[in-house]
């Protein structure tokens, strides 16, 4: 069973960024990150798949005290052990990653742990299973995961209604397409090109702040 605040994750889970280090050029991951902070990023997602573990923990290490200082909450990407051993604020798991029960057995009850959902049947397991939020997509095609199939805006809404805790949406997300996700139920989005693939990575942070806030506020867009 969770403790966390969930009234507090649904306003953090807003604008929520998913690292990439695809797009670094000639900058760092951290000074990446510090943008999309400045920016108005509520949440951060460090997903890591090429690092060997002792450059991952220091890396998360490091974006953990850049996080808290915006008061953000940070969060790691599948690696439980990592997310542990750092006490990064929790973790995030996929539908072929550990068992969301047992995640929550390792972490405890006071971290944040969110589970990517495709269907009503997966949300609502991973609810059962002490899931504090949800991602659900790919609500649009994305590069970023070349095996995700988009997903239907009704389906969404039927996982928002099928469940009680938060739930947001990723993949394919944009500055362009963000408002057609108005009336699905979510009380925010995760991206990762979006902001990390910007030119001005601060400015992108902010103008899809602007417009993810505008669109959970219309009063059919917003969380149960």
């Given at each position: 069973m969770s403790c966390v605040n969930r009234e507090q994750l649904k306003k953090d889970l807003l604008l929520y960024a998913v690292t990439d280090r695809s797009w670094l050029g000639e900058e760092t991951l951290y000074e990446q990150v510090e943008k999309a902070l400045k920016g108005g990023a509520t949440f951060v997602q460090l997903r890591e798949k090429e690092l060997d573990e002792e450059h991952f923990l220091e890396e998360a290490i490091a974006l953990k005290e850049l996080c808290h200082k915006y008061h953000v909450p940070f969060v790691i990407n599948d690696n439980v052990k990592i997310a542990k051993e750092m006490d990064a604020d929790g973790v995030h798991v996929g539908q072929s990653d550990m068992e969301a029960d047992d995640v929550r057995k390792i972490?405890?009850?006071?971290?944040?742990?969110?589970?990517?959902?495709?269907?009503v049947e997966q949300a609502v397991l991973a609810e059962k299973m002490g899931a504090d939020y949800l991602g659900v997509g790919a609500v649009f095609s994305t590069s970023?995961?070349?095996?995700?199939?988009?997903?239907?805006?009704?389906?969404?809404?039927?996982?928002?209604?099928a469940v009680h805790i938060p739930v947001i949406a990723i993949g394919g997300i944009t500055a362009d397409n963000i408002l057609t996700l108005k009336g699905s139920g979510i009380c925010g989005i995760a991206v990762v090109s979006a902001i990390f693939a910007a030119k001005d990575i601060e400015d992108a942070t902010g103008v899809l702040l602007e417009k993810t806030t505008a669109m959970v506020n219309d009063k059919e867009g917003l969380c149960v």
């Open positions: 972490l405890g009850e006071d971290k944040i742990l969110g589970v990517s959902a495709q269907t970023t995961k070349k095996d995700a199939s988009a997903i239907s805006k009704e389906r969404v809404k039927a996982i928002c209604e």
